[in-house]
């Protein structure tokens, strides 16, 4: 039996719509990271990226269950002694809630040279309005 490999540029192109309002953010972020990855198609390839598009509106009506709103904390550092910063999860997400979907999405990726390709493919809008109208069916 001979294995074949795929040519990514002759997979065809896939836009796929999700309305995320009342969804629960790591279900959402998980469902994007497997379209992402392109598992939903059978020419799945681990090492290759397929032409998966994925379109999130209404980012910022995520919902997060339990107390995670007030206990989940992000933390950033400036590299300088005493620069860590520390942010809970209701300021983040009110601040910019579409930043917050995608670096959830981008930790649900693996880690390897594929990683920021696939994320590119990700949009993220805040409401109902998008500009990608003509390419989803």
């Given at each position: 039996?001979?294995?074949?490999?795929i040519?990514?540029?002759?997979?065809?192109?896939?836009w796929?719509?999700?309305?995320?309002?009342?969804?629960?953010?790591?279900?959402?972020?998980s469902?994007?990271?497997k379209?992402?990855?392109?598992?939903?198609?059978?020419?799945?390839?681990?090492?290759?990226?397929?032409n998966?598009k994925?379109?999130?509106?209404?980012?910022?009506?995520?919902k997060v269950?339990?107390?995670?709103?007030?206990?989940?904390?992000?933390?950033t550092?400036?590299n300088?002694?005493g620069?860590?910063k520390?942010?809970?999860?209701e300021?983040?997400f009110?601040k910019n809630?579409?930043?917050?979907?995608v670096?959830?999405?981008?930790?649900?990726?693996?880690?390897n040279?594929?990683?920021?390709?696939?994320?590119v493919?990700?949009?993220?809008?805040?409401g109902?309005n998008?500009p990608?109208?003509?390419?989803?069916?």
């Amino acid at each position: 039996m001979k294995t074949t490999a795929i040519n990514p540029a002759k997979v065809p192109l896939n836009w796929h719509l999700i309305d995320a309002s009342d969804k629960i953010l790591g279900r959402v972020a998980s469902d994007i990271a497997k379209l992402l990855i392109g598992k939903n198609r059978p020419e799945f390839s681990p090492n290759q990226v397929l032409n998966e598009k994925v379109v999130v509106i209404n980012a910022s009506k995520l919902k997060v269950t339990g107390n995670k709103s007030i206990d989940k904390k992000y933390y950033t550092h400036s590299n300088y002694p005493g620069g860590l910063k520390e942010t809970n999860f209701e300021k983040l997400f009110a601040k910019n809630p579409s930043k917050l979907l995608v670096s959830t999405v981008k930790g649900m990726l693996p880690i390897n040279r594929l990683r920021d390709k696939r994320i590119v493919n990700l949009y993220v809008y805040e409401g109902d309005n998008h500009p990608h109208g003509g390419q989803i069916k």
